[in-house]
């Protein structure tokens, strides 16, 4: 197990880099403007599952190697930041088919679609990847224990804590929705701004590659 001073240590640091909006913040921002709730909750769901399978692979070895190959690194980054900036652009060219949605519930993305691109973005997430591999080995303990373990309560830990956060930023975002909602076409100006902030987050990624 993790020694509790470890664990109190990782959790502090864990929220402070959090709750500053980073790409997973504003891409489930982004889609609850274009969205709506239910499909930015999904997000956040699908996010946070891809991120877990990232944590995984870390645990097993994966983060190793890829800190070790700056290609590897390099092209996990991009993919990344290609899959943004198309489902940015897809939400900008779909932008007029929320004006529709007016009054209604009607989810113009399948919640099945939603999820799938939401665990895609979580996977080919680069700081998830450079987080776990070269962050949260410091707090692991190899005397308390299997190192894999100690690497799986700890990234555990961090998606709570996102889940939450996201969670709270996803909701805020979707009820800034609804009040432009009373609007056709400001219903279609949120739409326009989900998608350019998704192609943004995309061209941030792939600059930087260095917020979460």
């Known amino acids: 197990m993790v020694p509790m001073s470890n664990l109190l240590a990782f959790a502090a640091a864990a929220t402070v880099l959090i709750i500053v909006p980073g790409p997973g913040v504003l891409f489930t921002i982004g889609r609850a403007l274009t969205l709506g709730r239910r499909a930015a909750l999904l997000s956040v769901a699908g996010h946070s599952l891809g991120v877990f399978v990232v944590l995984l692979l870390v645990s097993i070895g994966l983060g190793t190697l890829l800190m070790a190959s700056a290609l590897a690194l390099t092209v996990i980054k991009f993919a ?124 941030s990624v792939a600059l930087t590659g260095s917020s979460n």
């Open 80 to 203: 990344g930041a290609l899959y943004l900036i198309y489902i940015g652009v897809q939400a900008i060219r779909e932008r007029k088919s929320l004006r529709d949605a007016l009054g209604t519930q009607v989810e113009v993305v399948p919640n099945s679609r939603v999820l799938r691109q939401s665990v895609l973005v979580g996977l080919t997430n680069p700081k998830a990847i450079v987080f776990f591999a070269a962050i949260l080995p410091n707090f692991a303990d190899p005397a308390a224990g299997p190192l894999q373990l100690q690497f799986l309560i700890l990234g555990s830990l961090f998606l709570a804590i996102a889940v939450v956060s996201d969670s709270a930023w996803a909701l805020l975002a979707a009820s800034a929705r609804s009040w432009f909602a009373r609007s056709p076409r400001r219903l279609e100006a949120v739409g326009g701004a989900g998608g350019m902030m998704i192609v943004g987050l995309g061209a």
